[in-house]
């Protein structure tokens, strides 16, 4: 992998893409470290984010000295950030802080002009989307200070999951909220049918969030520390404290196709699924 500045109309910028890894998890314990195919799932997660051609960089950040060491071996990058960030954004703003300088002092996220927070459990996330959203963002910059991307919900399961995240997208592309709850709520059965009856754009059950955030070095600020809003903790989503501090996120909607292959590796299901695809990819 050879970084590259990201060129938009003319103006190069620098963009870096920081991967949050631990070892902690409840459903699935040491779970970057976990096999797919060959290949740990952080390895499967660097190797995609590392095709991206709008990164300038690209770092795993983790607080696992066994996980730094294991992305040293694959070639990899990676910075050690504290145990105790609340948040992946917040390791994330440390990382690219300490990726701009060793000692990764406040103000050095300043030497990017985009910082992504590209999450360790999407192996299978396509490269491309990585890249439509920096020039979205890019491009946006002066409508949004973070963006992100959402894809079509296709089931009345999923629409009714709290483990599925919904956005509202308003007519300028700007997400109006994300909940766990079923948004937008259809009142009576008519609304209900007007919201799952499919259109042109796919859209059927409104739109599912995708865990893939660009920020502005500004916006990211709001993670600088654990200061966590009354909304986010309600619904355990990190993305509303950038809305709760008066900021606008941009939401660029994926077609289902291009993500109908990506999976979230949370489960030994999802990891399984996830081996499977990457075994009949290698024929």
């Known amino acids: ?6 060129v938009l109309s003319g103006v190069t910028m620098k963009v870096i893409g920081v991967i949050p890894s631990r070892l902690g998890s409840t ?4 779970k970057p470290l976990k096999d797919i195919d060959g290949k740990t799932l952080v390895q499967r997660v660097w190797d995609a984010a590392s095709q991206a051609r709008s990164l300038t960089e690209c770092v795993i950040a983790t607080d696992s000295d066994e996980i730094l060491r294991h992305v040293e071996s694959f070639g990899g990058r990676a910075v050690m950030t504290s145990p105790d ?4 954004s917040e390791r994330v703003l440390a ?12 103000g050095a996220e300043n030497q990017w002009d985009l910082i992504l927070n590209i999450q360790g459990d999407m192996p299978l996330l396509p490269p491309s989307v990585i890249d439509r959203l920096v020039g979205f963002l890019a491009e946006r910059r002066g409508d949004f200070q973070m963006a992100t991307i959402a894809t079509p919900i296709e089931s009345e399961e999923q629409f009714l999951s709290r483990s599925v995240v919904k956005v509202v997208i308003s007519a300028r592309g700007e997400g109006l909220y994300f909940s766990r709850a079923p ?16 259109t042109a754009d796919g859209f059927a059950y409104g ?5 893939l955030y660009a920020f502005t070095p500004q916006a990211l600020l709001a993670y600088e ?11 355990k989503l990190e993305q509303l404290r950038v809305l709760e501090h008066g900021n606008r996120i941009g939401v660029l909607p994926i077609e289902s196709q291009t993500l109908s292959e990506s999976v979230e590796v949370d489960t030994p299901e999802d990891l399984a699924r996830a081996a499977e ?7």
């Open 27 to 30: 459903r699935l314990p040491e």
């Open 95 to 106: 990382a690219a802080r300490l990726a701009a300088s060793p000692e990764g002092k406040p």
């Open 85 to 88: 960030h609340g948040t992946g």
């Open 183 to 198: 948004i937008p709520f259809p009142r009576d059965e008519d609304g209900k049918r007007t919201l799952a009856a499919p």
């Open 1 to 6: 992998w050879v970084a590259l500045n990201f």
């Open 277 to 283: 695809i990457f075994r009949r990819r290698r024929g």
């Open 207 to 211: 739109f599912k969030h995708l865990g």
């Open 225 to 235: 520390k654990p200061d966590f809003t009354p909304l986010e903790k309600v619904e």
